[in-house]
């Protein structure tokens, strides 16, 4: 143990005694650690943010279209369905006896750039993200008039937008809409908390809400100035999507075949762990690109690191042979070098650690109101260990290359170098 | 355990860095325990060679080589290592001491690799810190030097910390390879007299090798490697010039 000692104190010394080179060298590793464990936490955070957009659902039901295509309609409201489904077969299929509920969604317009959800209250008392979480008001109330609208999170903020606020629904998807529907304003009724999921985004009215937008203008105004109606009540000729959560899970792959072969019309009902799992397939290569490319980065400030320790060998034979003249054994001095290559990269990695964990407690409000990424602040994982320690063996094992070589010479070289 | 007699002993001892060429062949080499020996060569004539199989830091290609009358060359290469780190000591021509490390941590090199030689430093004193610096005053380093980094020592002052580090633990044998042809007269006049009186005080044996024929005054016995050295004979003028 003395002498393991002794030989961690050369090595640290030895280091300090070169400590520009080493430092850098540190810097290296310490820049290269931070990119990896960053994006790996980034990508696991994406990923579970991803996983997390939607639970409980058991069937996401509409037009005919492919799993991948219908997920990202109906839920990240990315894109536009290829056709509607009518609200009959929305009837017929609420109306099962294995259904416990189902949330109808329509599609539509957008106000500068945020995508307006026509629902129910269901979707309020139903809907849920994460683990199980429901969705929960930060101010006011659902919408339980006409022209009630309810605001994602990420919609309030951007749009500087508070309970009682007019807002203007404007037609097409794009922000910058030639027709706006300056004539028939909507009151905000209740804003959601954030949820780091596309509801964020989202600007919610009842089906009927909808409806009324695409009316002519006489119509709207003495629908405006009538008396309220029951906006539950109202029914849509026809819809975009529903939600479908079953009495038993079980029951699932029995409802989603009745109705795949539904005889009204062509539907596609998808689960949405399998679809989510398949569109991630696709997500998931730029993910995989990612990590591979840390991991090179890694790699490389690695090499930075033999380079440096292969140099200095060459200027440190004299100290070699001196520590064979006071007894050290080969083996000693090849554990000298492998513990300045320990030294060099546990010490990066410590960096590397410091600043990732630093970074993502600075960088998550902005990540997640920007990429709607929910990043979980937790201290370093059993995933971030491995990975340390997957870095640290390497660097061991790189370390081993200059020692193995120093090992030899110290064998061949006697007590006086020959230079 | 009494000292033993005989501090080295080689017979038929050869030995060559290349195939087929010898650079030592000695018939017969005996130092006895408290002799202090000058070997005397010219560069060349394979005096590094014949100190680094004193030292068993490397082994003769035939023959034996005993020292404190344990055959080396029966011995692994890490007996062969632990035994250096407990009975001997080494003072090199220059580049004697490590330059991140302070003058202390330099002294304790000498018994930082076996045991019982720091089991010997602090036997025969309070403790480490109080031989050291006992050491270091008869060597003239005084208490003021050896906070100093070792970079701003002189030349002389390095030897003699090197001294230090061979003597401390009264290593059995100090094997010492050209200390003084980095110093000018005076000081290695000043150096040999600390050297030999620390080595009488340890009761070491001394294997002194120099190119300089003058110094031989200083030591009981001198050898001349050239007329022991076969190989250097056999091969002429080419390896001793």
Known sequence: ?419 | MTKPTCAVRLRDVTFGWHKDVLTLDIAMLDIAHGERVFVYGPSGCGKSTLLALVAGVLSPTSGEVQVLEQPLTNMKPGARDRFRAEHLGVIFQTFNLLPFLSIIDNVKLGYNFSRQRRARVTKTTDGDSEAIGQLLDHLGLTSEIRDRPVRSLSIGQQQRVAVARALIGSPDLVIADEPTSALDTEARDRFLDLLLSECNKANSTLLFVSHDIGLAKHFDRTVDLAQLNRAGASTGEAACE
């Not at chain 1, 009724?189 to 999921?197: A, K, Q, V």
């Not at chain 1, 989202?202 to 029951?230: C, F, K, N, Q, Y």
């Not at chain 1, 492998?338 to 600043?355: N, Q, R, T």
């Open chain 1, 1 to 419: 143990m003395r002498i393991v000692a002794t030989l961690f104190k050369l090595a640290g010394h030895s280091l300090w005694n070169r400590r520009t080179t080493a430092a850098l060298t540190v810097f290296a590793i310490s820049m290269s650690m931070t990119l990896f464990l960053g994006v790996e936490n980034l990508r696991k955070s994406a990923r579970e943010s991803f996983e997390a957009t939607i639970s409980d659902t058991d069937l996401i039901v509409g037009a005919r279209s492919g799993e991948v295509n219908l997920l990202l309609y109906s839920v990240f409201r990315l894109g536009n369905p290829t056709a509607n489904l009518d609200w009959e077969s929305y009837k017929i299929i609420s109306n099962q006896p294995d259904v416990a509920w189902t949330i109808p969604i329509s599609l539509g317009d957008a106000v500068r750039g945020f995508r307006v959800v026509g629902t129910t209250q269901a979707y309020f008392d139903h809907y849920r993200y994460g683990e199980r979480r429901p969705l929960n008001f930060a101010q006011g109330v659902p919408f339980n008039d006409v022209f009630d609208a309810v605001l994602g999170a990420q919609a309030a903020r951007d749009m500087g937008l508070s309970v009682g606020d007019p807002i203007v629904l404007s037609h097409g998807i794009g922000g910058t809409s030639f027709v706006h529907h300056d004539d028939h304003p909507f009151r905000i009724s209740g804003i959601l908390e954030t949820t780091g999921t596309p509801v964020d985004r989202a600007v919610h009215v009842s089906l009927e809400g909808l409806d009324v937008v695409h009316r002519p203008a006489s119509e709207r105004a003495s629908i405006a100035a009538g008396e309220p109606s029951d906006t539950e009540a109202f029914e849509p000729e026809a819809i975009t999507a529903f939600f479908v959560g079953m009495k038993s899970r079980i029951l699932t792959l029995r409802m989603q075949r009745q109705i795949n072969t539904y005889r009204g019309e062509a539907l596609s009902a998808v689960i949405p762990g399998v679809a989510l799992a398949q569109l991630w397939q696709v997500v998931g290569s730029v993910e995989v690109a990612l990590g591979v490319i840390a991991g090179f980065v890694v790699i490389t400030g690695l090499l930075g690191m033999l380079t440096s320790i292969l140099t200095s060998l060459n200027e440190r034979r004299r100290e070699m042979a001196l520590l064979r003249a006071v007894g050290a054994r080969p083996p000693a001095i090849f554990c000298l070098l492998v513990m300045e290559a320990g030294l060099l990269a546990g010490l990066g990695s410590l960096i590397g650690v410091i600043l990732v964990y630093a970074g993502i407690l600075l960088a998550a409000p902005w990540v997640q109101s920007t990429y709607g990424i929910l990043i979980i602040p937790a201290g370093p994982g059993l995933k971030d260990l491995q990975l340390v320690g997957a870095v640290l063996l390497l660097a061991l094992a790189l370390g081993a290359i200059p020692a193995w070589s120093a090992y030899r010479r110290s064998l061949a070289d006697g007590l006086s170098v020959q230079l």
